[in-house]
Structure formats: structure tokens, C-alpha cells
């Protein structure tokens, strides 16, 4: 019913900058909360930013501490997508990166969670 796309990994050295998209299309009612989670091989799946609906000057963000002054997740809800900007990106912020939405589907006006494939962030020192 809806997919998630993501898009903008790649290989960076330390230092470097990436800029991760998310688009989520189908059978969209409504997008609540985004965010983006990570996973390093060998650990669990975590947080790294999140960000509620709504206008832009009533969203409201949330960050891992490693990531805070260092990343900025935006959305722009017209296009039903998600960003993540990553500045001074270190090797361990090394990892597969997901993204992550709750969404209130057409169909059964029900709120779902869905996620991305996954895009591969490879931070070389």
C-alpha cells in the first residue's frame, strides 16, 4: 500500500558531508512522525532522527546524542518526503540507514508504520 524510497548513500571520507531522501508514495491519507534509524553490522537498529507533522514552525525534532550539531532531518510534506542531512560525518557513523514513517492509509484511514529498504553510509578515515 505504501512504499518508502530511499535514496542519496554513498562513500564519504571523514569529514564529508551526505544528504539521505526518503519519498513514501501510495495510498497516503496522512504522514505523522519520520524519522531515520541506522544500523552498524553486529548492533541493534537505532534512532538517529526523527521529526513530527505539520507545519515547519510547529514540527518539532529529535537526535541521538552522537549525531546532535552534526545532522538535520527536514521534511517536505507536499512531496511526502524526508531528509538527513549529515555533516562531519566520522567512520562511525558507518552504517545502513532507514527510514521510517507512520502513515494513515486511504483505505482504512488506520495508521501504519512502514520502512525503507535501506541505504549503505560508508565513512572511510
Known amino acids: 500500500q505504501v512504499q518508502l524510497v530511499e535514496s542519496g548513500g554513498g562513500l564519504v571520507q571523514a569529514g564529508g558531508s551526505l544528504r539521505l531522501s526518503c519519498a513514501a508514495s501510495?495510498?497516503?491519507?496522512?504522514?505523522?512522525?519520520m524519522g531515520w534509524y541506522r544500523q552498524a553490522p553486529g548492533k541493534q537498529r537505532e534512532l538517529v532522527a526523527a521529526i513530527t507533522s505539520g507545519r515547519s514552525s510547529g514540527q518539532s525534532t529529535n537526535y541521538a546524542d552522537s549525531v546532535k550539531g552534526r545532522f538535520t532531518i527536514s521534511r517536505d510534506n507536499a512531496k511526502n518526503t524526508v531528509y538527513l542531512q549529515m555533516n562531519s560525518l566520522k567512520p562511525e557513523d558507518t552504517a545502513v540507514y532507514y527510514c521510517?514513517?507512520?502513515?494513515?492509509?486511504?483505505?482504512?484511514?488506520?495508521?501504519?508504520?512502514?520502512w525503507g529498504q535501506g541505504t549503505q553510509v560508508t565513512v572511510s578515515s
Open positions: 521510517n514513517a507512520d502513515v494513515v492509509v486511504t483505505t482504512t484511514i488506520h495508521g501504519y508504520d512502514y
Open positions: 501510495g495510498s497516503i491519507f496522512r504522514i505523522n512522525a
